[in-house]
């Protein structure tokens, strides 16, 4: 399957603790996007990568979310000291560099805090 | 800042019935895309069609069909003989360029959603 992948599917943790989460882009594509999707809500941008420059981070909702693609291929999204509102689905999208082509969608991974 | 609305929050049509999804959007660019995903009930987004704010003709992709009125903000989508399959949250997203670089952020900023339930 040459799709953009996600992992974990699932997480579940406890409030406080540290998660990460990794995503793999269709190998070919040179930007990646981070968006969190919560219940009832379209998609919502974090962050992107043009190969492994972070060129827009100013969406992370707070200084306990980071982002890195360290080798222009796949990325990890980190969220410190989680809460309960950070409870959601985080999906990860990746598109050629030329334009405003469209973003493919990985299957997400879902996020519970307890 | 650039937004999209989706009115229709939900909406059942029984199988066979056409149907349209309203999307009305504002932004501040003159360029700017417009996309239509697809979300079925197993999670994953799915692209249908992507728009240019320069190219107003409709487009016709076997049961889809897309209007696109820039007078109006709007880019509705229609299904025509709708089928249990397409039950699905349906989303419209606007992606804007930068007028001076011709570069832009290539976020997308999407609508909340609507819902379609096709009814056997």
């Known amino acids: 399957d040459t799709g953009v992948s996600q992992d974990p599917r699932h997480k579940i943790t406890k409030r406080g603790q540290n998660v990460t989460f990794r995503c793999d882009p269709i190998?070919?594509?040179?930007?990646l996007y981070w968006y969190r999707q919560t219940l009832g809500q379209g998609p919502e941008f974090l962050t992107y990568f043009q190969n492994e420059a972070q060129l827009e981070k100013s969406r992370l909702l707070s200084n306990r979310f980071s982002a890195e693609r360290p080798k222009g291929s796949f990325s990890t999204l980190e969220i410190q000291r989680t809460e309960q509102g950070d409870s959601a689905m985080y999906l990860c999208a990746s598109s050629l560099m030329i334009g405003h082509n469209e973003q493919f969608f990985g299957p997400g991974t879902r996020l519970t805090v307890l | 800042a650039q937004k999209v609305t989706q009115a229709q929050t939900e909406i059942s049509v029984v199988e066979k019935e056409d149907v349209t999804l309203d999307c009305v959007y504002e932004?501040?660019?003159?360029?700017?895309?417009l996309f239509w995903y697809k979300q079925p009930p197993s999670g994953e987004l799915v692209f249908l069609i992507r728009r240019n704010s320069f190219d107003e003709q409709n487009e016709i992709s076997g049961r889809y069909s897309w209007n696109f009125q820039k007078s109006t903000s709007s880019f509705n989508f229609t299904i025509t003989a709708s089928q249990v399959v397409d039950s699905a949250v349906y989303f419209c997203?606007?992606?804007?360029?930068?007028?001076?670089?011709?570069?832009?952020?290539?976020?997308?900023?999407f609508g909340k959603g609507t819902k379609l339930s096709v009814i056997p």
């Open positions: 997203a606007l992606s804007e360029v930068n007028e001076y670089s011709g570069a832009g952020s290539y976020q997308l900023t």
């Open positions: 932004t501040r660019d003159t360029t700017y895309y």
């Open positions: 190998s070919e594509h040179n930007r």
